[in-house]
Nanobody, 123 residues
Framework: QVQLQESGPGLVKPSQTLSLTCAVSGGSITADYSYWSWIRQPPGKGLEWMGAIAGSGNIYYNPSLKSRTSISRDTSKNHITLQLSSVTPEDTAVYYC???????????????WGQGTQVTVSS
């Protein structure tokens, strides 16, 4: 019943900041046992969990991306946002938002996932 929809620019120039929004319906982003996450998948590679904001408001980041990643929320709009700074072509990927019940593993068969949005970093 929870639905998630990613939106944002499909093309970003190197060194710029990538900004994406996840609109959530059918559930509250403040709910318990919910980790509202951003996950990406570069072409030919596996899923990479980037970070999450829990219903409590606690924020968690993948250490490999923490220095460039900012996750926030707007509870009045039920939106989750992602900002990834100083992007390079290696950041080209399909970006997903998802509701996970735990952060031990990331599996598209569990939780609720958006359809994903393609982001290409190129000059």
């Amino acid at each position: 019943q929870v639905q998630l929809q990613e939106s944002g620019p499909g093309l970003v120039k190197p060194s710029q900041t990538l900004s994406l929004t996840c609109a959530v319906s059918g559930g509250s982003i403040t709910a318990d046992y919910s980790y509202w996450s951003w996950i990406r998948q570069p072409p030919g590679k596996g899923l990479e969990w980037m970070g999450a904001i829990a219903g409590s408001g606690n924020i968690y980041y993948n250490p490999s991306l923490k220095s460039r990643t900012s996750i926030s929320r707007d509870t009045s709009k039920n939106h989750i946002t992602l900002q990834l700074s100083s992007v390079t072509p290696e950041d080209t990927a399909v970006y997903y938002c998802a509701r996970l019940t735990r952060l031990d593993s990331v599996d598209r068969r569990r939780g609720s996932w958006g359809q994903g949005t393609q982001v290409t970093v190129s000059s």
